[in-house]
């Protein structure tokens, strides 16, 4: 049973849309993030949510848009993709933090 | 300087050998240490988990911790092939916060 999964896996897409990428933790954690791993495997924090309240945000475009429904389940939806979007996006809980096995976005 | 330094690698040692992994670090407020294991296109897996200056082991596993220097270490024993993945530390400041600060990660390969 998957402790922190995502979804979709793979995602190819065009720039200027629009996509959304979900997150599910069964470990009954408080505390979610997302985190974007570039091409030289550095893992930089996008959002962090505690119990569906958004409590880290850096510096990132404003076409990234974190969502808490409940404290299980942390979306990202992105907007306007650009080519500089692709990456691998990491969706983790804790503590300590579990990841999940990532989505490989790539725009093009 | 970066709040997190880690040794990008890579790393390439022969099976069976001993590998020491380290990390130096500037923020004194770090308290909790974490090494996580990367395989190749997949998410990165808790290892070892530690919050004290000194070792903690776990099977063929030893993390460090030199809260004194800043510095913390993983240590792998009779390395097996199997252990060829990047090695990443991560650091948290504590005192309800668990945002995770991490280093670049050591590329290590283990040569049969």
């Known amino acids: 049973d998957t402790a922190v999964s995502q979804t979709p896996k793979y995602l190819v897409t065009q720039m200027g849309n629009d996509k959304s990428i979900k997150c599910e933790q069964n470990l009954g954690h408080d505390t979610m993030y997302w985190y974007k791993q570039d091409s030289k495997k550095f893992l930089k924090i996008m959002f962090s949510y505690n119990n569906k309240e958004l409590i880290i945000n850096e510096t990132v475009p404003n076409r990234f848009s974190p969502k808490s429904p409940d404290k299980a389940h942390l979306n990202l939806h992105i907007n306007s993709l650009e080519l500089g979007d692709s990456a691998v996006y990491f969706c983790a809980s804790s503590p300590p933090a579990f990841f999940g096995q990532g989505t490989r976005l790539t725009v093009v | 300087q970066k709040e997190v330094e880690q040794d990008p690698g890579p790393l390439s040692v022969p099976e069976g050998a001993i590998v020491s992994l380290n990390c130096t670090y500037s923020?004194?407020?770090?308290?909790?240490f974490m090494w996580y294991r990367q395989y190749s296109r997949k998410g990165p897996e808790l290892l070892m988990y530690?919050?004290?200056?000194g070792n903690k082991e776990d099977g063929r596993f030893t993390a460090q911790v030199d809260k004194s220097s800043k510095y913390i270490s993983l240590f792998i024993r009779d390395s097996q092939p199997s252990d060829s993945a990047t090695y990443l530390c991560a650091m948290v400041s504590g005192a309800g916060s668990y945002q995770l600060t991490f280093g670049k990660g050591t590329k290590l390969s283990v040569i049969p």
């Open positions: 923020n004194s407020a770090f308290q909790y």
């Open positions: 530690t919050y004290s200056s």
